[in-house]
Structure formats: C-alpha cells, structure tokens
C-alpha cells in the first residue's frame, strides 16, 4: 500500500463515511490474516551487567485470505521489542489525529496488589497479552488497518521505520505531545468537545479508582484465604491424636487448604480482567488526545482570524499613510509611493492570512466531521467491552463465593459426620 493511503493523507480520502454503520462496513486486515504473539524471549543488550537485558516478543502473521495480496508473505514472523510497538503507536497518533488509537499495555506495573516489577513472568505474559490485542484492536479498525508503516511493522525486520524517521513523523508526534500538554485556552469552545474530553477524564479517574480499590481488596483477600491454610494444618496435627475424631478432622483440614489454594486461580483471573479495565483506562486517554486535537486546529483558526483582523487593521493605517508610529503622534502621513507600496504589500498578505484561515476552518469541519463518527464507533466498542468485563469480573467474585462456600459445607459435613 502507498504512502497516500496512509492515514496521514486520510483526511481527503475518507470523507465517504458518514457514521459508524458505514464505518463498521469497511474491509480491514484481520479480515484477511491472523495476527499472534506466540512467545517472549529475554536478550542481553551485549554488556557484561547482569541485568542489562531487555524482552522481544515474536509476532506471527499468516494470511487466511488465498487471494489477498497486500502482504508480502503468506506466513511471517518478526521479533519486537516494547519500545518498537511505541514507535508505530507513536507514529498512528500523529497520521490519525481523529482517531482514538488503541493504547499499548502498562509500561511499567500499576495497581498491583503484591511486590511485582517487569521482570517477573506474569507481568511479561500479561504484556505478551496485551501487545498482541494492541496488534488485533490496530488491525480491525478500517482506518488503521491498511497504513503501509503498520505492514511493515509486521513484516519487515529492520527499515520498517526508515521511512518515519526520514519523514520526521515521530519526532513531529513528540513535539506535538509537548505543544499539547500545554493548556487551550479558546475563545469560543465546542461544548460537545469539552463535554467528550471531560467524559474521558471522568472514565479514566473512575477506571483507576476501581483497579486501585481492588488491588486492596485483592491483597486483603489473598492473605485471608492463605490463613485458612494454618486451619488446615491446625486440623490435621490434631487429627493425629483422635482416634474416632480423626478421620472427619483430617478431611475438614484438606478442606481448609483447598481454600488456601483457590486464591492462586483467582487471582491469576482477576489479573486478566484487570488488564482489560486498564486498557479503557487508558483508551480515556487517549479519548481527549482526540479532543486536544480539535482543539489545537480550533486554536490555529482563532489566531489566524485574529491575525486577519490585525492585518486589516495595519491595512487600512497605511491607506492613510500613519502606519509608523511618528505619523501617529505627529499626524503626518506617507508619500503616495510609500503608501501604494505598503498597502499592496498588506493586500497580498491578507489574501494569504485569508487563506490560511479557509483553509483551517474546512480543516476544522472535516476534523469534526471525522472525529464525531471515531468516538461514536469507540464508545459502542467501549460500552460492549466493558460490559463483559465487568460482568466477568462479578462473575468471578461469585463463582469464588461460590467455591468457598462449598468448602465451608463440606467442612461442617465433615465436622457433624463425626462420632
């Protein structure tokens, strides 16, 4: 695919696409490949520092469709690193402005309920997890999905990423994320969009609330249930010297471990459902990344109107030949030579500020336009995912009820079995 199907280009070439119904009919890759990330691999980084090494994760691509040409191989693999998934990140936000570009998974452990770092296996599992949906949410969204730059990502070992750094487009996202932390102020602010943007914050201020109360009710839980083990140590030294006791004794102890142990399962599935809440986490964010950059282009319009004003105004000084500031104070006007030339030179200069500011204000309504039919089509995805996830995450809870419950029947079966 060229250059100038990229989504950088895309604000000219999709304007076809009037609402998320017409979106979802779109054509995207993973209709056509199955994209995995089938293993994690630690490497040196080629010191003799023990723990100088970094993780590459090898990504699979196989093409489902026979007669799909697109790519360059039916079947591909290709390690990456973490930092190698920022770039084409890095790169989407900056060639798709309007869209809410799926986030990568946490760099470093957040919300964690026990000592946890990026070393440990679970942490690099869940991260192998969350890159490849990263790969998969990337390669379903019809905007997305067909970016020359995001195919060679998957398939080409080395100058991949050549073409971005020659054409400047990550250092241009790193600047523009520098130039958006900065506050806008407007004059005139779209309350739809301050109302989209103060959404994201709201979501991502609850979603950190939630995985923040539950890693404390995770970690209170998981020591709960590992005390149970001293009952069924407790239960089983005192079986020993019971002789009609024993028996019902010893069984009520296997009991007490089982619930010990049922944590370790529960905890594992909680983790995976944690991970989904933190990546709409940080879908928010990048929900009002969308927002800044209609404000931004909102931004560039008031000034540009701001600077036609003013050079109307300069415009019309020099008609009267008192554009300096002698002339002011004194009242003496320019020759009519100075004038002519001073005056032609402004009228060509508002004929560009003109332009410019047209220019900016079509920018702003194709923007606009594009970006209501992204949010509309992230918050059904949004609204569906984190349904289930929630629901799964009760279901969870309850089944864990459930399974604890069980133990506690058997043990009083057990208990009232006794002679």
């Not at 028996?247 to 529960?266: P, T």
């Not at 001073?342 to 702003?364: G, P």
Request: aromatic fraction near 8%; proline fraction near 3%.
């Amino acid at each position: 695919m060229s250059a100038e199907n990229s989504p950088n280009n895309s604000l000219s070439n999709i304007n076809k696409i009037e609402t998320v119904e017409d979106l979802e009919k779109e054509d995207t890759l993973i209709k056509h490949v199955d994209i995995t990330i089938v293993e994690s691999e630690k490497r040196a980084n080629g010191t003799l520092h023990v723990r100088d090494h970094h993780t590459v994760y090898l990504i699979d691509l196989k093409v489902t469709d026979p007669d799909y040409k697109l790519v360059q191989t039916k079947i591909s693999t290709i390690w990456r690193r973490y930092t190698d998934f920022e770039n084409i990140h890095d790169y989407l936000l900056q060639a798709a402005p309007f869209v809410v570009i799926p986030p990568l998974p946490e760099k470093r452990v957040l919300y964690a309920w026990r000592k946890s770092d990026t070393t440990d296996p679970e942490f690099i599992e869940r991260r192998r997890a969350g890159l490849e949906n990263f790969l998969l949410r990337v390669a379903s969204h019809p905007r997305l999905c067909f970016d020359s730059h995001f195919i060679n990502f998957l398939q080409r070992e080395h100058n991949w990423k050549d073409w971005i750094m020659d054409n400047g487009y990550l250092l241009q996202a790193e600047n523009k994320l520098k130039s958006l932390s900065v506050s806008i102020r407007l004059k005139k602010p779209d309350p739809e969009i301050e109302s989209i943007k103060n959404y994201g914050r709201q979501l991502e201020a609850n979603l950190g609330n939630f995985l923040y109360t539950r890693s404390k009710i995770m970690e209170k839980n998981y020591a709960l249930c590992k005390l149970h083990a001293n009952y069924g140590k407790l239960f089983s030294e005192w079986s020993v010297i019971e002789k009609e006791m024993g028996d019902g004794l010893q069984k009520a102890g296997h009991y007490f471990d089982s619930i010990a142990d049922s944590i370790e399962s529960v905890a594992e599935d909680e983790e995976q459902l944690a991970d989904q809440l933190k990546e709409y986490m940080f879908y928010a964010a990048a929900l009002q990344h969308v927002c800044v950059n209609h404000e931004s282009i909102q931004r560039d319009l008031e000034y540009a109107n701001e600077v036609l004003n003013n050079r109307m105004a300069e415009r019309e000084r020099a008609a009267a030949g008192k554009s300096g500031l002698m002339s002011r104070l004194f009242g003496s006007t320019d020759p009519d030579i100075v004038r002519d030339t001073n005056t032609r030179a402004l009228d060509a200069r508002i004929i560009e500020d003109r332009q410019f500011m047209e220019r900016r204000a079509k920018d702003l309504v194709l923007y606009s336009k594009i970006a209501k039919v992204e949010i509309e089509y992230f918050q059904k995805q949004k609204d569906k995912d984190l349904h289930e996830s929630l629901v799964g995450f009760i279901n969870l809870q309850i089944k864990a009820a459930k399974k604890n419950l069980h133990a506690w029947t058997q043990i009083k079966e057990c208990l009232q079995n006794m002679p």
